[in-house]
């Protein structure tokens, strides 16, 4: 086997087939040494060609609403009250500092990702 540079999708398909067959090696041999190369490469390859973003702020408020099973009133100490949560999802409103702040704290969302671009979508 020869483990060469992933420099296209076609040189990463054959790379995860590789990956396939080496899966489950027994650590110290030459297959698992192959193995971790490989899983760094595609890595790498990954990360440049087909990164993923950031959440958009509003997505991961409604996705941590949805994990703890809360409802818009659950956030109206943490943003306003019903009209301000309102517009604040319905992407009318951006987040203010001290929402994000609130959020940040009560809700365990990551900071960077209240904050992203996507933030501003005031109408």
Same mark, same amino acid.
């Given at each position: 086997m020869? =483990? @060469?540079p992933i420099r296209n999708d076609a040189d990463h398909a054959l790379a995860i087939e590789l990956v396939e067959d080496l899966w489950g090696a027994e650590a110290g041999t @030459?297959?698992?040494e192959a193995?971790?190369?490989l899983l760094t490469l595609i890595?790498?390859?990954e990360?440049?060609?087909?990164a993923i973003g950031p959440p958009d702020p509003i997505a991961a =408020?409604?996705?941590r609403m949805e994990q703890q099973g809360l409802t818009r009133k659950d956030l109206e100490p943490l943003i306003g009250g019903r009209g301000r949560v309102s517009e604040?999802?319905? @992407?009318k409103r951006p987040l203010t500092l001290a929402m994000i702040r609130r959020l940040h704290r009560e809700l365990g969302i990551p900071a960077e990702v209240l904050l992203h671009e996507g933030s501003e979508?005031?109408?």
């Amino acid at each position: 086997m020869q =483990i @060469r540079p992933i420099r296209n999708d076609a040189d990463h398909a054959l790379a995860i087939e590789l990956v396939e067959d080496l899966w489950g090696a027994e650590a110290g041999t @030459r297959q698992a040494e192959a193995l971790e190369v490989l899983l760094t490469l595609i890595d790498d390859y990954e990360a440049r060609h087909h990164a993923i973003g950031p959440p958009d702020p509003i997505a991961a =408020i409604e996705f941590r609403m949805e994990q703890q099973g809360l409802t818009r009133k659950d956030l109206e100490p943490l943003i306003g009250g019903r009209g301000r949560v309102s517009e604040v999802l319905n @992407r009318k409103r951006p987040l203010t500092l001290a929402m994000i702040r609130r959020l940040h704290r009560e809700l365990g969302i990551p900071a960077e990702v209240l904050l992203h671009e996507g933030s501003e979508t005031a109408a």
